[in-house]
C-alpha cells in the first residue's frame, strides 16, 4: 500500500517554471515513479518517469524543459518544469509502478495514483 500526495501546482504565465512534489508513504522506493498529466478534452499522458536504477524517460513534449528527480530520504518526487507553455496546462499526476524497475513513459503501468495537482499556464 503506497499512498501518494502531489504539490506545487499553480497558474503561471508562459516561460515561467513551477517544481511539483510527490511525498510517498514508503521509505524505501526500488520501483519507478513518475509523473502523468491530463488536459481536458484529451487523453491522459505520461509525461516522465524515474526508475529506481536512476533511468529517466520523458514524453517529447517535455524532453530538455522538465526534470524528474527524487530525494530518498525524504521520499519524495519533484518535476521541475521550465520553460511552461500553455499547451502543458493540465491535471498532474504522481504514479508508481510497484511492478517494475524502470519503464519507459509510454509503458509505465501505475497501480498507485496521488490526487493530482492543477498546473495552468497562461500565455
Known amino acids: 500500500q503506497v499512498q501518494l500526495k502531489e504539490s506545487g501546482g499553480g497558474s503561471v504565465q508562459a516561460g515561467g517554471s513551477l517544481r511539483l512534489s510527490c511525498v510517498s508513504s514508503?521509505?524505501?522506493?526500488?520501483?519507478?515513479m513518475g509523473w502523468f498529466r491530463q488536459a481536458p478534452g484529451k487523453e491522459r499522458e505520461g509525461v516522465a518517469v524515474?526508475?529506481?536504477?536512476?533511468?529517466?524517460s520523458y514524453a517529447d513534449s517535455v524532453k530538455g524543459r522538465f526534470t524528474i528527480s527524487k530525494d530518498n530520504a525524504k521520499n519524495t518526487l519533484y518535476l521541475q518544469m521550465n520553460s511552461l507553455k500553455p499547451e502543458d496546462t493540465a491535471m498532474y499526476y504522481c504514479?508508481?509502478?510497484?511492478?517494475?524497475?524502470?519503464?519507459?513513459?509510454?509503458?509505465?503501468?501505475?497501480?498507485?495514483w496521488g490526487q493530482g495537482t492543477q498546473v495552468t499556464v497562461s500565455s
Open positions: 524515474l526508475g529506481a536504477d536512476g533511468i529517466t
Open positions: 514508503d521509505t524505501e522506493i526500488d520501483y519507478a
Open positions: 504514479v508508481a509502478d510497484t511492478g517494475a524497475v524502470a519503464a519507459l513513459v509510454e509503458g509505465l503501468e501505475p497501480d498507485y
